[in-house]
């Protein structure tokens, strides 16, 4: 290669930084953009709260099963190839989510999307590695990825309840057409190549996965509409697709679980802290505009802006976050992020009770907004000191994986108490409860080891780290 074209491509790189960061961005927009569409997409559909969950968990399901395997496919066809996939294929299902005519084709369409979106996080992950080859450039790249990125988490709500003031449920999947359009243009061409690898996938174990998580989603939904058979049969189906997968994954020269792995306590005790914050977060952003909507009469655009104490903690207080680590170590803002979450949705449930004004909960979505942005940006760290050697690539797949099933499992369980007519509040009150045993978990089982303590290990600020994916 001429220097002319070494400083061509180097040129060329915060270009494509943005289009990696922008693809990231789309597949977060997606998981919240949702939230506030509700009850316009139940009004138009004619659906009803389990019909609801299945349009926002038909995304969630796939996700969060196929990103199991989602790095080794980055890593066997190239993770240019599969990222550049993942982000057509993401724009064309969302334009065709925007035509869809019933639920059935909603959410076999949410769950293209969930396959897509699994495609474009790993791979994203290692084009920046390609990218920026040099470790200086690599962490700056990075913290602008996750900036990028992590302000879909703020933006979700507020641009979701623009969207359907002005053109109805539809004009949120519309959205992602452009921007897939966009982060094609700026990834495209040599500055971008990834070679193939070898590794295997067993693509039997990841399908018994996903299928286990989708029945096991199925049933929660199914008890919440007082489907009782419907329910026990998901439930005998879940067992079946579960022992399914224990003995291909017993069976397997390459397992989509790293048994190693999870015998760590440490290990253990962070992957159930994370899926808790996510049941928490999702189940909250579907329950809450229900409320918001219901009981306070916002229309979309202002129940998007009602989230703002929810979401924006999210882009302001990593870097504090990142200063406390540092010092520190993981461990104690994860616990104390897990206390504000469990206050939050405490306050949130009591609000809901009594009736009480928009203010109170203001409170409530502010102390869990900052829970989460206490406990996410930290909360790989945590798990990769906890896991054992050489197993560092796989605790961060699993932790992804473990995340969006808590995601999946926070809304189908919190929208089964709305269904079954315990209300919101107590909807609200499980996802304290649910953070308040992971945190006391998390608390007994994870050792505190602080960074600055390790011999040459070198602090740096949590903000590198990916805040959600």
């Known amino acids: 290669m001429t220097t002319v074209e070494v400083r061509a491509r180097a040129g060329r790189r915060p270009l494509v930084l943005l289009g990696i960061s922008l693809g990231y961005f789309m597949v977060l927009l997606d998981m919240t953009v949702l939230s506030v569409a509700e009850p316009d997409l139940a009004a138009s559909l004619r659906i009803s709260i389990a019909g609801l969950q299945w349009a926002t968990t038909g995304y969630t399901v796939v996700f969060g099963a196929l990103l199991l395997s989602a790095g080794a496919v980055a890593d066997r066809y190239g993770a240019h190839r599969v990222f550049r996939a993942g982000v057509a294929g993401f724009g064309l299902a969302s334009a065709l989510s925007a035509l869809a005519p019933t639920l059935p084709v909603l959410v076999g369409l949410r769950g293209v999307l969930g396959a897509a979106g699994a495609a474009c996080v790993p791979a994203s992950m290692a084009l920046i590695a390609r990218l920026y080859p040099e470790p200086a450039g690599r962490i700056r790249a990075v913290a602008a990825w996750a900036a990028i990125s992590g302000a879909a988490v703020a933006a979700g709500p507020v641009v979701g309840g623009a969207l359907v ?113 996510n049941f928490a977060l999702n189940g909250t952003l579907f329950v809450l505009p229900l409320v918001l909507q219901r009981d306070h009469h916002l229309g979309a655009a202002a129940s998007g802006l009602a989230f703002l104490p929810l979401t924006l903690p999210f882009a302001l207080n990593p870097p504090l976050t990142g200063r406390i680590a540092a010092r520190v170590g993981p461990r104690p803002p994860i616990v104390a992020g897990i206390s504000l979450i469990t206050v939050g949705c405490g306050v949130l449930a009591w609000a809901t009770l009594v009736g009480a004004d928009y203010g109170w909960l203001a409170v409530g979505l502010l102390l869990t907004g900052f829970g989460v942005s206490f406990v996410l940006p930290v909360l790989v760290s945590s798990i990769i000191d906890a896991a054992p050697e050489g197993t560092a690539g796989a605790a961060g797949g699993v932790l992804n994986a473990v995340r969006q099933t808590g995601a999946t499992l926070g809304v189908a369980t919190m929208g089964a108490c709305v269904g079954l007519g315990a209300g919101s509040a107590a909807a609200l009150l499980l996802a304290a409860v649910v953070c308040a045993a992971a945190g006391i978990g998390f608390a007994t089982g994870h050792r505190a080891v602080p960074l600055t303590s390790r011999p040459g290990h070198r602090a740096r600020p949590a903000v590198h780290v990916p805040r959600d994916s």
Do not use: K
Not at 195 to 204: H, N
Not at 246 to 275: K, M, N, Q, Y
């Open 165 to 277: 003031e002005l053109a109805g449920w539809r004009a949120i999947f519309l959205v992602n057409v452009p921007i897939a359009a966009l982060v094609l243009a700026l990834t495209a061409g040599r500055a971008l190549v990834c070679p193939r690898g070898e590794r295997r996938i067993d693509w039997a174990a990841q399908l018994a996965a996903c299928a286990a998580l989708a029945m096991l989603t199925d049933a929660l939904i199914a008890t919440g509409a007082g489907s009782w058979a419907h329910a026990a049969g998901s439930a005998v189906a879940t067992a079946l697709a579960g022992a399914a997968f224990l003995a291909l994954e017993r069976r397997s020269a390459t397992p989509v679980l790293d048994r190693v792995l999870l015998r760590s306590r440490g290990v253990r005790a962070g992957l159930a802290a994370g899926a808790a914050v």
